[in-house]
T-cell receptor
């Protein structure tokens, strides 16, 4: 079965540092991975998508990498701020591209 | 101008009851979904509809019955509620294209007593 795992349940960092979150998948490489942000009491919000043939994608202070050898995606937030505190979810698509399987999420806490 | 809306936001009910959660999207999307997020925060897909037709049913008990009167609405009806049904239920929509991102509603917290 296609699994996707986010190893850290929680990550605490100091404001201004770079947060790095890890997402690992099993079996074949998905065509793409997506990253979402979820705040307490709210639905997930899409942040970034990276395709299998892309090594890296950036959006403002966010950067995502896709390593098909390690079967891993890394999600970086540079110059982190307390407002970045949230749960971050990674998700992989299925073969047909019509279904996402989500990881368990990593709760990021950025301390001032 | 809410993109994906759900009602109610909170639902508290007794075991054995039947309840419904409504979802509407105004994004013009063709595909809608229901997800369940349990107490451990795992977000798991339940159903997916494309243009009012069921395309994914992920091993969900048949007490759960989705209904899509039109492509902007996907309601979830749950019969004979059980304690284990307590969770947050999210509706989402997408254009239905490959790699498509999903837009989630605010969630409905269901508590079964």
């Amino acid at each position: 079965s296609q699994k996707i795992e986010q190893n850290s349940e929680a990550l605490n960092i100091q404001e201004g540092k770079t947060a790095t979150l890890t997402c690992n998948y099993t079996n074949y490489s998905p065509a793409y991975l997506q990253w979402y942000r979820q705040d307490p009491g709210r639905g997930p919000v899409f942040l970034l998508l990276i395709r299998e043939n892309e090594k890296e994608k950036r959006k403002e202070r966010l950067k995502v990498t896709f390593d098909t050898t390690l079967k891993q995606s890394l999600f970086h937030i540079t110059a982190s701020q307390p407002a970045d505190s949230a749960t971050y979810l990674c998700a992989r698509g299925n073969n047909a591209g019509n279904m996402l399987t989500f990881g368990g999420g990593t709760r990021l806490m950025v301390k001032p | 101008d809410t993109a994906v809306s759900q009602t109610p936001k909170y639902l508290v009910t007794q075991m054995g009851n039947d309840k419904s959660i409504k979802c509407e999207q105004n994004l013009g999307h063709d595909t809608m979904y229901w997800y369940k997020q349990d107490s451990k925060k795992f977000l798991k897909i339940m159903f997916s509809y494309n243009n009012k037709e069921l395309i994914i049913n992920e091993t969900v008990p048949n007490r759960f019955s989705p209904k899509s009167p039109d492509k902007a609405h996907l309601n979830l009806h749950i019969n004979s509620l059980e304690l284990g049904d307590s969770a947050v239920y999210f509706c989402a929509s997408s254009r239905g294209e490959d790699t498509d991102t999903q837009y989630f509603g605010p969630g409905t917290r269901l508590t079964v007593l």
